[in-house]
């Protein structure tokens, strides 16, 4: 059976009960996630061929040092880099290192900062340069499932109507759905209750309710959706070696949706595609 409690009166440890935050914890969660958005849009102009993955995790680094802000993903479980870079067929948890990015790349950029004890998430696709037009379309399909699993989140539904959207949308048009990874909820811990699958049907999980923050990040892949995890225990890629893609935001249910906290001050949510 699943519990809701108030976040003011929950342990700080993931319980797995659901917590329910106010209009304190919303204000808390705008400011997390306005400056996780707003170092996502200084780095659009930073992805480059040539440009190193350490180079954007140590941006990643000190943008967050400039602005009070510490990496959640720093020592988090042994994790010794600020910023997730995730390349081509890597599916997510990428190791920034000193490889170029080339022509032609696409690349996930995944930030959490935490500010003030909250913790702003979210994640967007770049294009390294002129890309293919399979990788283009993947990359539109991904952001395209993102806003219409958003789009399902509303009061008294349940978390499965999320992951009805996305499946639905993902694999009319032809690409598969990561099942081995899913989003979280969100807050004053970095990863908490509820699961937010990205695949099943609209009567399955938890029922919505204002208050629940979380994040969507669905992962799509051009071919199978089946992955591996590499020797270093974080890299995550697709085992046919196809090109993958995700994009994430942080939302907080309301009376009548939904509010995205991480959505890009400077409109650059879908970086390199038109709009």
Same mark, same amino acid.
């Given at each position: 059976m699943v519990t809701y409690l108030e976040a003011d009166? =929950?342990? $700080?440890?993931?319980?797995?009960?659901i917590r329910l935050y106010g209009e304190e914890g919303f204000e808390g969660m705008r400011k997390a996630c306005n400056l996780t958005a707003r170092c996502l849009d200084e780095l659009a102009d930073r992805v480059a061929p040539g440009v190193t993955t350490n180079e954007i995790d140590r941006f990643v680094f000190e943008f967050g040092m400039d602005?009070?802000?510490?990496? =959640?993903?720093?020592n988090?479980?042994?994790?010794?880099?600020?910023?997730c870079t995730s390349i081509n067929h890597v599916v997510c948890h990428g190791i920034p290192d000193n490889k170029p990015l080339r022509e032609g790349d696409i690349v996930n950029i995944d930030v959490t900062y935490i500010l003030d004890g909250w913790h702003?998430?979210?994640?967007? $696709?770049?294009?390294?340069?002129?890309i293919k037009r399979a990788a283009e379309r993947l990359l539109e399909v991904t952001h395209e499932c993102l806003m219409r699993g958003i789009a399902a989140v509303k009061p008294g539904a349940r978390t499965g109507a999320i992951g009805a959207a996305i499946q639905s949308y993902a694999?009319?048009?032809?690409c598969s759905v990561v099942r081995d990874f899913c989003g979280h909820g969100l807050g004053q811990l970095f990863h908490d209750a509820p699961n937010i699958l990205?695949?099943?049907?609209?009567?399955?999980g938890v029922e919505m309710r204002p208050g629940m923050i979380f994040t969507i990040e669905p992962m799509i892949n051009l071919g199978r959706p089946h992955v591996k995890v590499?020797?270093?225990g974080w890299t995550a890629v697709t085992r046919d070696r196809s090109l993958s893609a995700q994009?994430?935001?942080s939302i907080g249910v309301t009376e009548t949706g939904c509010e995205i906290f991480t959505l890009s001050p400077a409109g650059l949510d879908r970086p390199g595609l038109s709009a």
């Open positions: 009166s =929950a342990p $700080m440890r993931n319980t797995g009960q602005h009070g802000a510490i990496p =959640a993903t720093l988090y479980r042994g994790y010794t880099k600020s910023t702003g998430d979210s994640s967007r $696709m770049y294009p390294v340069g002129t694999e009319g048009e032809r990205h695949y099943g049907t609209p009567s399955e590499l020797s270093d994009y994430e935001h």
